[in-house]
């Protein structure tokens, strides 16, 4: 069936981006966004991924005008204060497009991610072959007068960015109906009309954006979520503002019932304690952090959630992208990474003139499955820290929290089987936290690289120092973050 008509239920971020998506790549469509007036978007997911940046970039929207708009400032990495060994502290640098550069040395070691390998096996950090690290730590910004020299990710105010993609939209020919959904009638198809409180709206197809009220896909056509409490059991936020220090990466700050999030815009930081709500109420939180802050915080959000994902989020007519699709935790900074991977995901296997679209359905729900398991993967990596100070880290030790597709990968790493799935996160996004937690034999992965070349060590080595000094080289000229700042003041 030919799909001429749209419908987008949510104004927030997913459903601005979905919409200007849509217009972009199918131009002829007509398409209608609702959104409850007296329900703002949220207020969090301050951080985003590579893949939210490269959405923007398709979207032609002029990324130097959202900057200045959204409050938005560099990012160039994680650090995860406390998170290693003896409460240790490890970076996860961006692994930017300047990796091009040692994947052709790779070639030269075999082309097994030998290299990376090696590097593991000799206690060599991964993170110092990025340029991402070398900065950050600088408190440098990839930006060099005249352009940059890899391309950061951001961290920006979430209300500005959802307002921000809503002014883009209606610019461009989006219909907007400010009304609140109540039901809907259903026919052969899935979703017939949408009902709201003073009209109706007909569509052949359906997004569902409603965020965590997942009015479509989860309360009309009873879809089914998959439940992860298992594997993260920190949920429930409280957030407060406070200044900025104009850092150019996250701060993951582990703390005695979850972890803490500090993370600099261009005028304000956003901050949040990610706690375990089976033990502490969003009170005790308070009193924790303001007691490790030696301070009074002022609360902007306080939220809690169940941590599940849909099983298959396009069903019938409806696909849900966005909160509506399900949530995790906040680590990893995920949301606008899982609304790109999706919108792009559909743009390869949707059509609105598709006669039928079982096949496109089928082939996206499968590839999105991969994304979350990816993300279930990564996310859950990080509890692997073997911490059993307090109960929430103890909790984290049990055989039960660990997905078995991370403890399969595990495995393989620990043998020298290295692969990138190439879904949600890198290989070398994994390896920085498997070498930050040691949670690899030195000696094996060292002996799968011995059959090569009996100087492997001296040649990884070599190699490492090479690279460093290319890093240093590439980011002379990059500019401070206080010189950044003032660019847009
Ligand atoms: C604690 C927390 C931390 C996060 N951290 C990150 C992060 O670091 N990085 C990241 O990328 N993402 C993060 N996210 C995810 C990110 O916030 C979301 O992916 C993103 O903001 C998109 O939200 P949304 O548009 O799906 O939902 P919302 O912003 O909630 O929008 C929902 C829309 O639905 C509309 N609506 C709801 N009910 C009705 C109704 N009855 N009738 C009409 N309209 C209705 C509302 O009006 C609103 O416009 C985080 C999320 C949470 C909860």
């Not at 950050?136 to 940059?148: E, Q």
Request: contains cysteine; glycine residues 6%.
């Amino acid at each position: 069936m030919d799909v001429k008509r749209v419908a987008i239920l949510g104004g927030g971020t997913s459903g601005w981006l979905s919409a200007i998506f849509f217009k972009k790549v199918w131009p002829g469509l007509d398409i209608t966004v609702i959104e409850d007036p007296k329900l703002p978007p949220i207020i969090a997911g301050e951080s985003c991924t590579a893949p939210f940046v490269d959405l923007i970039d398709f979207l032609g929207v002029d990324i130097y005008d959202w900057i200045r708009k959204v409050d938005a400032f560099p990012k160039l990495g994680g650090k995860f204060v406390g998170w290693g060994p003896d409460n240790s502290t490890f970076t996860q640098p961006l692994f930017s497009s300047y990796r091009n550069r040692w994947d052709y040395y790779n070639t030269e070691f075999g082309n097994d991610n030998n290299l990376l390998k090696g590097m593991l096996a000799f206690d060599l950090p991964l993170k110092d072959i990025t340029v991402s690290n070398y900065l950050l730590d600088k408190k440098m910004t990839p930006f060099t007068k005249d352009g940059h020299v890899v391309r950061p990710m951001y961290h920006f105010d979430s209300r500005k960015n959802a307002e921000y993609f809503k002014n883009v939209g209606l610019n461009l020919d989006i219909k907007l109906v400010l009304s609140k959904y109540k039901s809907c009638t259903k026919n052969h198809a899935g979703i017939e009309k949408l009902i709201l409180e003073d009209q109706e709206v007909n569509a052949d197809f359906f997004i569902d954006c409603s965020g965590f009220n997942q009015l479509l896909l989860r309360k009309e056509l009873n879809a089914t979520f998959t439940n992860y409490s298992n594997f993260f059991t920190a949920t429930g936020v409280i957030a407060w503002w406070d200044e900025s220090e104009l850092k150019p990466y996250s701060n993951m700050i582990a703390m005695d019932y979850g972890w803490r999030f500090n993370i600099d815009l261009q005028s304000r930081s956003g901050n949040g304690y990610v706690y375990d709500t089976n033990l502490l109420t969003a009170d005790q939180a308070k009193n924790e952090v303001e007691t490790k802050l030696g301070k009074t915080v002022e609360l902007v959000a306080n939220a809690k959630w169940t941590p599940e994902m849909l099983l298959e989020p396009w069903q019938q007519n409806v696909i849900a992208i966005g909160l509506s699709s399900g949530f995790l935790e906040p680590l990893g900074s995920g949301g606008h990474t899982m609304i790109a991977m999706m919108l792009k995901l559909l743009s390869e296997m949707w059509n609105p003139c598709l006669e039928t679209q079982v096949a496109a359905k089928k082939n996206f729900n499968t590839s999105y499955e991969k994304i979350v398991n990816d993300t279930v993967d990564f996310i859950s990596l990080h509890y692997r820290n073997g911490r059993n100070d307090t109960e929430f880290w103890r909790k984290h030790l049990s055989p039960k929290s660990i997905p078995i597709s991370l403890k399969e990968k595990l495995e393989h790493y620990r043998h020298g089987n290295f692969y990138d799935d190439g879904t949600a996160y890198s290989l070398e996004n994994y390896c920085v936290v498997v070498q930050a937690y040691n949670l690899f034999d030195k000696k094996l992965l060292a002996k799968s690289l011995y059959h090569k070349d009996t100087n492997v060590k001296e040649k990884v080595t070599e190699e490492f120092n090479q690279l460093k000094k290319e890093i240093e080289y590439i980011s002379r000229d990059c500019i401070s973050t206080l010189d950044w700042k003032k660019l847009y003041d």
